[in-house]
C-alpha cells in the first residue's frame, strides 16, 4: 500500500439497528427484458435499536434472478417513527448453493451461515431527527426464515 494512503482510516461497523420484515407470497413475472423477475409484497415489521419504527404494508422487493439462482434484492417500503415517516431502501444480493436456495424457496429455515445474504439500507426521511441517518451508510447482514426477513445493520464509521 502506498503512504499516500496510508494515513485513511480503516472502516468499522457499529451495530445501529434490527429489522423484521414479513413478506407475502412472491409473485413470479417470469423473464422479462431484465431477466427473471419476481416481486415480494411487503406486509408489515418493526425497526429497532437506535431507529424504532413500525413497517408499513405496501412495499416490495423487487428480486432479479441471476441464471445460477443468485437473487438481487432491491426493496422499498415505507415505515413511522414517532418522529414522522421513513422511505426504506434495501439493495443487495442473496446466493448460494442450489440445494440451499432450493429450501429457502420453499419457506424452509435454513442456518444464514450457509448462504451469503447481504444489503445495504438507506433512510429519506422530511423530519430534521432523521438527518443524521440521511448522512450515514449502512450495511446489513440478513435471514430469510419463512415469511420473514430479519437483518441486523450496522453503521459504516
Do not use: K, N
Not at 485513511?8 to 457499529?14: A, D, I, K, N
Not at 429450501?103 to 432523521?130: H, I, K, N, Q
Amino acid at each position: 500500500m502506498s503512504d499516500l494512503f496510508a494515513e485513511l482510516p480503516e472502516p468499522r461497523l457499529e451495530p445501529a439497528f434490527e429489522v423484521t420484515v414479513q413478506v407475502g407470497p412472491p409473485r413470479d413475472h417470469g423473464v422479462t427484458s431484465a431477466g427473471h423477475r419476481r416481486v415480494i409484497p411487503i406486509l408489515g415489521g418493526r425497526i429497532t435499536g437506535a431507529l424504532d419504527a413500525e413497517i408499513l404494508a405496501g412495499g416490495s422487493d423487487r428480486q432479479l434472478i441471476g441464471p445460477d439462482g443468485t437473487i438481487g434484492i432491491d426493496a422499498e417500503y415505507s415505515a413511522l417513527a414517532a418522529a414522522g415517516p421513513l422511505l426504506i431502501r434495501t439493495r443487495g444480493v442473496r446466493s448460494g448453493s442450489a440445494e440451499i436456495l432450493a429450501r429457502l424457496g420453499r419457506g424452509e429455515s435454513v442456518d444464514p451461515g450457509a448462504y451469503y445474504f447481504r444489503t445495504t439500507f438507506e433512510v429519506e426521511a422530511a423530519a430534521p431527527e432523521f438527518a443524521e441517518l440521511q448522512r450515514t451508510l449502512f450495511v446489513a447482514v440478513c435471514r430469510r426464515d419463512g415469511s420473514e426477513v430479519r437483518y441486523r445493520v450496522h453503521r459504516i464509521v
